[in-house]
């Protein structure tokens, strides 16, 4: 079974600029998780998709990020402008359904974002 | 708030020994589930155990096993026979059945000497 797959897994910006990041979860699994990792501390939750509808984004900056499941299979988190603060690993994560017994939740192998 | 407490930044165990990593939480809810996540240097994050509160006894998963002590809002792990493949960040986790929303410890990191 492929695993959640995440593009790219490097990426340097400079601050004001915009990016974009990919997550392609498990077949599958209909819900999807976008996490925010910055160095020394444990992974932050910044949007929940339950198919193709949010469940929970009150973590998201939404002055600067935004993020869509346009299908219920692919996601994509932007960020626009990027600051300096926003030097992280966004983790992609998917589950079966939401609520902990159905649902482990496969994480992706991440994207490094350095902003300057 | 919810919050979750990993008050060891940083452990070494010598490989084949048995390391416990502590974890403490803080919660008013009753109904809810603790995790470990490892996550190696590659950095995908995996499961290790789980603990359902309303469970009793303590999960084992082979070499890792926890001790949830649900009154002092504590869930440790223990590693036993340590082998160099454990070396990661591990994190614990809290989720309260009625929020859907994993709360992350800011992780230990495990070193294994040989």
């Known amino acids: 079974e492929a695993g959640v797959a995440q593009s790219p897994r490097y990426k340097i910006i400079e601050k004001r600029q915009s990016v974009a990041f990919w997550c392609n979860p498990i077949?599958?699994?209909?819900?999807l998780y976008w996490y925010q990792q910055i160095l020394g501390q444990g992974p932050k939750l910044l949007i929940q998709?339950?198919?193709?509808?949010?469940?929970?984004d009150s973590q998201l900056p939404k002055d600067r990020f935004s993020a869509e499941r346009l299908k219920g299979v692919d996601s994509t988190l932007k960020i626009q402008p990027a600051k300096l603060e926003d030097s992280a690993v966004y983790l992609c994560a998917s589950s079966l359904a939401r609520g902990p017994l159905g649902n482990e939740q496969f994480f992706g192998p991440g994207t490094r974002l350095t902003v300057l | 708030a919810q919050t979750v407490t990993q008050s060891q930044p940083e452990m070494s165990v010598q490989e084949a020994e048995t390391v416990t990593l502590s974890c403490t939480y803080d919660t008013s809810e009753s109904d809810y589930y603790l995790f470990w996540y490892k996550q190696p240097p590659s950095r995908q994050m995996i499961l290790v155990i789980r603990q359902e509160a309303y469970k009793q006894q303590n999960a084992t998963e082979n070499r890792f096993s926890v001790n949830f002590q649900k009154a002092a809002k504590s869930f440790s792990l223990k590693i036993s026979d340590s082998q160099l493949g454990d070396a990661a960040m591990y994190f614990c986790a809290y989720y309260p059945n009625r929020d859907d929303k994993i709360i992350f410890g800011k992780g230990t990191r495990l070193h294994i000497l040989p």
């Open positions: 998709f339950q198919n193709n509808g949010v469940v929970d």
């Open positions: 077949s599958g699994h209909a819900t």
